[in-house]
C-alpha cells in the first residue's frame, strides 16, 4: 500500500481527494491536514510514502516546505495547485518535487500521479504538461556542467544508479539534477530530455 498524506488548506478539497484517493485499492490516505505544521507534526509520528502537497498554504508556500523544512529522507512528494504556471512547475520539480498537478486533474490522473511518484518517475498532469509545453523553454545552455554530464548520461539510456555510479555522486543528487534538466529544459519525462541532446 502507498501510505499517502494530503496537504490543503481547503476541506473540501481535502475531504474529496481523499475519498477518491482512498477509494484506489493501493492507496491509503493516513492523513489529511490543513498546513505545513501539521503536516511536520505528523511526518513526525506516521510512516508516509507520498505527500500531495499545495502549493500555496497559509504561512508557508508547498515550495518552501518541501525545500528546506521536510525530514530527511522525506518522501516522494507531489505537488498540487488550482491554477498553475509553468514558471511554478519548474521551480518546484527544481526543488526537488516529484511530480506537479493541477486540481483539474481527473481521479485517474490523480491516482496514477501518485503511483508514478511513489515510483520515483517524475509525473505530470496532463494540463501542468500542456502548461509547460507551451512555455518557451530556455535549451541547453541554461544547464550547469553537471546538470549537463547528467543529461548525456540520460540520452545513452543509464538509470539514475548508473549515472550516480559513474560520476560518483549520491543517486539523489542525481535525482536532484534530472528534475533540475526537466524544469530548465520545459519537458516532462527523461525521454523528452533525451531527444535534446544533439547527436554525432
Do not use: C, W
Not at 506516521?46 to 523544512?69: A, K, N, S
Not at 520539480?93 to 511513489?118: C, I, P, Q, Y
Amino acid at each position: 500500500m502507498i501510505r499517502l498524506v494530503i496537504v490543503d488548506d481547503q476541506a473540501l478539497v481535502r475531504e474529496g481527494m481523499s475519498l477518491i484517493l482512498g477509494a484506489q485499492p493501493d492507496i491509503e490516505v493516513v492523513a489529511a491536514v490543513e498546513d505545513g505544521p501539521e503536516l511536520l507534526a505528523f511526518l513526525a509520528a506516521g510512516e508516509v510514502d507520498v505527500i500531495l502537497l499545495d502549493l500555496y498554504l497559509p504561512g508557508m508556500d508547498g515550495i518552501t516546505l518541501l525545500r528546506e523544512h521536510l525530514p530527511r529522507p522525506r518522501p516522494r512528494v507531489l505537488m498540487l495547485t488550482t491554477v498553475g504556471r509553468a514558471g511554478e512547475i519548474q521551480r518546484a520539480l527544481a526543488a526537488g518535487a516529484d511530480g506537479f498537478v493541477l486540481k483539474d486533474a481527473t481521479g485517474e490522473e490523480l491516482a496514477a500521479a501518485v503511483r508514478g511518484a511513489h515510483a520515483g518517475v517524475t509525473t505530470l498532469s496532463a494540463s501542468a504538461g500542456r502548461l509547460l509545453a507551451r512555455a518557451r523553454p530556455p535549451g541547453l545552455e541554461a544547464l550547469t556542467a553537471r546538470e549537463r554530464e547528467v543529461l548525456d548520461l540520460v540520452a545513452e539510456g543509464l538509470s539514475n544508479q548508473d549515472i550516480a555510479r559513474t560520476l560518483g555522486l549520491a543517486e539523489r543528487t542525481v535525482k536532484a539534477h534530472v528534475s533540475n534538466v526537466l524544469a530548465k529544459l520545459g519537458v516532462t519525462s527523461r525521454t523528452q530530455a533525451a531527444r535534446l541532446v544533439p547527436r554525432d
